[in-house]
């Protein structure tokens, strides 16, 4: 079982395995960390709970990427960016943007394809056992709500939702903050999952069905905070970060792995 030994170390500076691309420049005074960036591709690591994309005027990771490629490139009229992905809002990590419509097509079919693979690291309630194995449930997306429901095979609008996962460490919560009670009711688990399907919130409804809960989600029955204070729900962030996706690149062929270190607020589990 693999243990990191520290979460807050990460990957340094985001490492990407990847056909030489660009060097980054100098890091901009907007907020928005590169991870990987060359004409066809801009890959980016988001931070929470902002949003992916968001109509004008609404801040989102969109609109920061187009406004670090203007200032960068000094370009004066409007800039272009494909979205193949989202993260949900109270998620951070790895977003591939595209820069040009042939990209666009080619990373789409890709994703549509189910060909880019995505592991993610979650801190969920609890112990999870066993260290290894595959989960699969049938969901369904609520109508007019932004949030899914366990369904049956066959239902209406029921579909199947697969990850693999692994345990990577255990502890007692993170920066030591026990809940009064049982070792059981205070344990904790660092989980990495790799999503088989691309369903609504399924890595947080298949941990929470299981009674796991990714911390700070309350919207799937977490019952511990996590991260920063905020006193708007929409302004909370949970235990999911978004860690690896790997694609081939658009032009190259060759495949590309792209890292996002964990955030500043996600702290070192200490032992059991």
Known sequence: MAEPTDLSDGAGTGDATAPS????????????????????????????????????????????????????????????????????RPVSGVVCFTRNTKAAQRVHAQFAE???RKVYWALVEGAVAPDAGV??????????????????????????ATLEYRVLRRGRGPQGEP?????????????ELAP??????QLRVQAAWRGHPVLGDAQYGGTR?????????????IALHARRL?????????????????PDYWQALPAE
């Open 196 to 201: 088989l399907t691309g369903r609504m919130h």
């Open 21 to 88: 691309p660009s060097p980054v420049h100098p890091p901009s005074p907007l907020p928005l960390q590169v991870l990987y960036e060359d004409h066809h591709l801009l890959i980016v690591n988001k931070p929470a709970p902002l949003l992916t994309q968001a109509p004008p005027g609404v801040p989102s990771l969109e609109s920061v990427a187009k406004a670090y490629i203007k200032a960068k490139y000094a370009k004066p009229a409007g800039v272009y960016l494909g979205i193949p992905h989202r993260l949900d």
């Open 225 to 237: 905070p996590f991260g920063p204070p905020a006193e708007l729900s929409r302004d909370r962030v």
């Open 114 to 116: 189910r060909d880019v």
């Open 135 to 160: 989960w699969d449930d049938w969901v369904r997306k609520l109508p007019e709500e932004s949030r899914v429901e366990r369904a049956d095979e066959g239902e209406p609008g029921a579909k199947l």
């Open 246 to 262: 790997t694609l081939a690149h658009p032009f190259t062929k060759q495949e590309l792995t792209v890292e996002a270190p964990l």
């Open 179 to 191: 809940r009064a009670g049982s070792p059981s009711q205070t344990a904790c688990t660092l989980v």
